[in-house]
Nanobody, 122 residues
Framework: VQLQASGGGQVQIGGSLRLSCAAG???????MGWFRQAPGKEREFVAT????????HYADSVKGRFTISRDRVKNTVYLQMNSLKAEDTAVYYC?????????????????WGQGTQVTVSS
């Protein structure tokens, strides 16, 4: 499974970005997740969903602002980020779970993408 994240960039506070993760056919039966890591901080969970797109689950810090989805035909997972805040600035990683269900635990993930930088500024 090769994961390729894209869509990061610089945006103003209150703006939006959509991240994409090209996951390949071999991840089509895996739960997928997005995590992020800010400078000097540990990697943290952002959002996850099951292999079929069911059961989206979010970190409290992004709930109501971010939406995770997947297109199983395109084998791509998305993270729509709205109402961005300065504290959302981080490198964002997509990951494929070892299970069909999504998970908020980093230990559930067996494959990680290379990360895409998101910078939110005034």
């Amino acid at each position: 499974v090769q994961l390729q994240a894209s869509g990061g960039g610089q945006v103003q506070i209150g703006g939006s970005l959509r991240l994409s993760c090209a996951a390949g056919r071999t991840a089509s039966n895996n739960g997928m997740g997005w995590f992020r890591q800010a400078p000097g901080k540990e990697r943290e969970f952002v959002a996850t969903l099951d292999w079929n797109g069911a059961n989206p689950h979010y970190a409290d810090s992004v709930k109501g602002r971010f939406t995770i989805s997947r297109d199983r035909v395109k084998n791509t997972v998305y993270l729509q980020m709205n109402s961005l805040k300065a504290e959302d600035t981080a490198v964002y990683y997509c990951a494929a779970s070892r299970y069909a269900r999504g998970s908020s635990q980093t230990g559930a993930y067996v494959k990680w993408g290379q990360g895409t930088q998101v910078t939110v500024s005034s």
